[in-house]
Nanobody, 118 residues
Framework: QVQLVESGGGLVQPGGSLRLSCAVS????????MGWYRQAPGKQRGLVAA???????NYAESVKGRFTIARDNAKNTVYLQMNKLEPEDTAVYYCHIDWAAFLSGDYWGQGTQVTVSS
């Protein structure tokens, strides 16, 4: 089974920064399209940022200009750099394989809590 493990969450003040990491065990990671999602209390899980195997990215409108998704295929890791954090960014952040050749199933990480509060 493919495993995804997020890390890097924590408590920060508004305007602060965090860098999330997602370590993926899949041996074909370089061919995966990856996404970061978040779910706040009482809200649906939604896409934050995504990156294709080719490096193309897209972002939720609410995080454009503040968050950056990146990948390091040599480390089987996807990152989410979050700057200028706002209380509205408070959520559990999940890593997800959006698409993968020759991989069936729906693969999510366990999530990492991000809390933005003064």
């Amino acid at each position: 089974q493919v495993q995804l493990v997020e890390s890097g969450g924590g408590l920060v003040q508004p305007g602060g920064s965090l860098r999330l990491s997602c370590a993926v065990s899949g041996r074909r990671f370089s061919m995966y399209n990856m996404g970061w999602y978040r779910q706040a209390p009482g809200k649906q899980r939604g896409l934050v940022a995504a990156i294709t195997f080719g490096g193309s990215t897209n972002y939720a409108e609410s995080v454009k200009g503040r968050f950056t998704i990146a990948r390091d295929n040599a480390k089987n890791t996807v990152y989410l750099q979050m700057n200028k954090l706002e209380p509205e960014d408070t959520a559990v952040y999940y890593c997800h394989i959006d698409w993968a050749a020759f991989l069936s199933g729906d693969y999510w990480g366990q999530g990492t809590q991000v809390t933005v509060s003064s």
